[in-house]
């Protein structure tokens, strides 16, 4: 099922009556989910993603716009009648039931022509949960379960009643970071495997880039960039975004455009055709930067983190509005001084972004 | 859009409409299912009121006023007089503030004793104490009874007050409250010199007082409500507290008639301060009272 | 904790509280059980100097004596009455005061109210409305001259006037009044306590049963009652202890009468004989009384605990 949005926005009323300011959680918000993908929604906590995804689940009401799936309206449909599964951050599962009765649960509750037979319900019940791979603990109370069997669970209760559209909230905040290697390869492959259109909000960025078919960078309520993955990371729209993606995180300096040269700290490191002159602010990949003896960017040497295939170069810099300077280059490389590391640049890993606003400038 | 499509709109549209009313509905029941209980729980209290100020003659009317006719206040003189309410007011007051106080120094001092000394048979004594809030008051009365004849307080607001001082139960509140406040503090305190006592009225009475508080509500609240005991052991005119004075203040002791709306002033006249207190003290006794709640 | 040579400092502050429990509390245990296993003790005839026999005499007279077993009956029936009406009545207020936004505050006030009230005081004032004025013993004609609000409500519905509390009134029309009066004090404690345990359940469990489309019916009766299920057990294990002390109600409504004119001391309950034995200088059966009291609370507290713990768990 393709969900749409449309100028979604969402105005909660102050928290404190006398300023009585208005909190905009989420901010005309238009985007088309398309049928059988798996969608992340991506940004800082208080972005707005969390609450974008309980106004897609009913539990929220929009205070303007409109919410589509496939070609219905449901914008004024509440939570019952939308058929979406939703898996909650803490899992919500009853802690007085077992793991059985928590998936047999929505079923238990189909009425009219919907309703299914007990054996059919237990079939499927037992299906859900072979898909998740939890059929031998059917009888456990969820108290006596792990965070990641729990979240199995939770994933299972959602599916069982074959929902138009799965929510995940946070799926994986909750578990230990081994767990979470494991249960986020699990969520794609139980996504591919059911081709439900899955949309799940994580404030994690590897996380989402991983697995999502198709990632939304929220910040303060407003969708900074939509795309998939790979497209969003090699060519960010702003500073926030190209800040907020990628593992180590991007080295920014302050620097100026001359005669269509990029200066940082004075020394023109990067051709950039077509860019007027003005100063800017340039972020620079870790794996933008090339080790080179004559290369114009000259840092100072902190230390070198051998990571097997690759190696991790830290070193400061004048310019850089980071502490550090931290770049990633192949293993074959050999530190040649001990006080300072030169490097020339990819240009496609450097951006150029408005002092100002942040925006990118591209060349 | 296609015709199927613009059918299925109009499904969607009946359905949201449907979840409309029935939430409407729903609130709707709600509302009236409270306000109904609401009525029933408010209907003494109104009664109360109007029949104080009714005359007798009005109040014995064959189908009663719902709002007097005539509104009179000679019933709460009356009642003022006749159950020498001064006298039961002064009374409770004096047994209250008394018991209050001393009550509050003694589980005070316990409740740290218990919170934050370590001594031998802590534990054991505690469960001791515990255990004996298990055990139904009456239990103790009879004994009690007995011995404040023993002591000769027959008829004196020491009986009143002393057998009652302590209480488990405050003691256990107060040790828990304390034990929140993190131990460091008080290691701190020591390794300043501050002795024990200056600590406890700095340090941990200002951060325990609305439990505190909660406490001192409950035991005024108590030796206001208090009938048995007052009854059994301090019954002459002069020494009743107020609920005891006020149960056979008003029937007539030939013929077994009861004025009625001076009984009814009287009553309001002794429930006042305890709305009072309450409208006051709300936050205090609600937390007092749920707290108690959880301790099962 | 902290340093073990000031132990006696431990001791000087415990000392109040300790020798007022040794006498007020410790004691009583102690010599209520030996009054209660001397026969036919009394503290005159202890100072006379005469020497009681030893047993369980005591016991077994309360447990023939007509008197105690109408107390006992008078008590378990307003227990079983009162209990899970109180109950009932109050989980669905709270239930239906969770449900509600406007107003909630200030309703959550209205019904707590009772609780801050003088339960004598405010037994009077029931008392008043369900009393008849103007009523000659054993003339029923003379019932259509009530001044008793309860009864021209109910004259609204077609009910004929009942005598509820005056003389010549029927014992089942006491006990209505009795569980009306009762229930009406036992609310605002429950309620209190229990939209305390309900506003404690994670909104989470009601987001998810949303989602996926649970009735009403069975929101209540599969996530909120098993949720609340310690709260609620509480609730009945205090009432049923509240229960079997009931005494101050009756005093409210019949005086220290314990039943309508002319029929003194048949709403009497187990308290009540408690403290008549005393009364009448008959410490030996008191004692045994209480003892008994004790015991049916405990027995009735362990199957509650016993019951709540196997029906409760998770």
Known sequence: MKVELRNLTKIFPSRNKKSGEEVIAVNDFTFTIPDGKLIGLLGPSGCGKSTTLYMISGLQKPTSGQIFFGEDDVTELSAENRGIGLVFQNYALYPHMTVKQNILFPLQNLKGADKLPKAEMLQRAYEAAKLVQIDELMDRKPGELSGGQQQRVAIARALVKMPKVLLLDEPLSNLDARLRLQTREEIRRIQKETGITTIFVTHDQEEAMSISDMIVVMKLGVVQQTGRPQEVYDDPTNLFVAKFLGTPPINVFAGEVKSEKLYIGGVAVLDVPGVEDREVTVGIRPEGFVPDANGPLVCKLNSVEVMGRDVSVVSTHASSLNPIVRSIVNSDYRISSEETVRYSLKSHKVFLFDRRDETRIRF | MTEHVSMQEKNLQQVSAHQRIVKVAVQVLLYAFLFLMALTVLFPFYWMLISSVKTLAEYQLQIPTFFPRKIVFFNYVEAFQTANLGRLFLNTLYVGVVSTLLSLVITVLSAFAFARLEFKGKNALFAALLATMMIPGELFTITNYITVDTFGWMETFTALIVPFLVSVFYIYLLRQNFMQIPNELYLAAKVDGTSDLKYLWKVMIPLALPTLISITILKMMGAWNSYIWPRLVANKPEMRLITNGLRNAFTDANTQQTNIPVQMAAVAIVSFPLFLVFIFLRKYIMKGVSRSGIKG | ?314
């Open chain 3, 1 to 314: 904790m902290v340093e073990s040579k000031h132990k006696w400092k431990a001791w000087l502050y415990l000392s109040p509280a300790i020798v007022l429990l040794l006498i007020f509390t410790v004691w009583p245990i102690i010599n209520t059980i030996r009054m209660s296993l001397l026969v036919d003790y009394s503290t005159i005839k202890e100072t006379g100097g005469y020497a009681f026999d030893f047993g369980i005499k005591n016991f077994v007279r309360v447990l023939n004596y007509p008197k105690f077993l109408n107390c006992l009956k008078n008590t378990l029936l307003l227990c079983v009455l009162t209990v899970p009406l109180s109950t009932i009545l109050a989980l669905l207020i709270a239930v239906c005061l969770n449900a509600i936004k406007p107003l909630q505050r200030f309703l959550q006030t209205v019904f707590f109210l009772p609780y801050v009230t003088n339960s004598i005081a405010i037994g009077m004032v029931f008392s008043a409305m369900f009393n008849i004025i103007g009523n000659n013993i054993g003339s029923s004609t003379q019932l259509i001259t009530t001044a008793g609000i309860i009864n021209n409500i109910i004259g609204v519905f077609g009910v004929d006037p009942i005598n509820w509390i005056n003389a010549g009134s029927s014992y089942w029309a006491n006990i209505t009044v009795l569980v009306v009066y009762i229930v009406w004090d036992a609310l605002p404690f429950k309620i209190l306590v229990l939209l305390g345990g309900l506003q404690s359940i994670n909104r989470q469990y009601y987001d998810a049963a949303k989602v996926d489309s649970t009735p009403r019916s069975r929101v209540f009766t599969k996530i909120t009652v098993p949720l609340l299920s310690p709260m609620i057990a509480y609730v009945v294990i205090t009432a049923f202890i509240g229960g079997f002390k009931e005494y101050s109600s009756i005093v409210g409504i019949f005086g220290d009468g314990m039943g309508p004119a002319g029929d003194k001391g048949r709403l009497n309950t187990m308290v009540g004989f408690i403290y008549d034995s005393l009364a009448a200088s008959q410490e030996g059966l008191a004692s045994a009384a209480a003892l008994i009291l004790f015991a049916i609370i405990f027995v009735v507290t362990m199957i509650n605990l016993y019951v709540s713990k196997k029906k409760t768990h998770y």
